[in-house]
Nanobody
């Protein structure tokens, strides 16, 4: 069982930056692929970024890949998502997710989910 708690969501102006954190419970954090997803009002939850546990490879949705970085600190059981040049369309609830498979980029592939943290980008 893995419990995930996101933090770092806030109101930020367009063009600004933020760093989201996701703290995981359990002693096997290093064996989970970690992902970030987001869900805007009235829209489906979408993949944002993922980092593999096996080779630390990273994956991003095209809309954020040039201005975002996902990273993990296995000693702290934490995964991060840094985003820059934020746009109003980045406004959403951001969710952290975990799964033991080597890589996962779909909502249906993740076993564990956090409760989400709100990111609002004002224009």
């Amino acid at each position: 069982q893995v419990q995930l708690v996101e933090s770092g969501g806030k109101l930020v102006q367009a063009g600004g930056s933020l760093r989201l954190s996701c703290a995981a419970s359990g002693r096997t954090f290093s064996s989970y692929t970690m992902g970030w997803f987001r869900q805007a009002p009235g829209k489906e939850r979408e993949f944002v970024a993922a980092i593999s546990w096996s080779d630390l490879s990273t994956y991003y949705v095209d809309s954020v890949k040039d201005r975002s970085t996902i990273s993990r600190d296995n000693a702290k059981n934490t995964v991060y998502l840094e985003m820059h040049s934020l746009k109003p369309e980045d406004t959403a609830v951001y969710y952290c997710a975990a799964d033991p498979r080597p890589i996962a980029t779909k909502t249906t592939e993740y076993t564990y989910w956090g409760q989400g943290t709100q990111v609002t980008v004002s224009s």
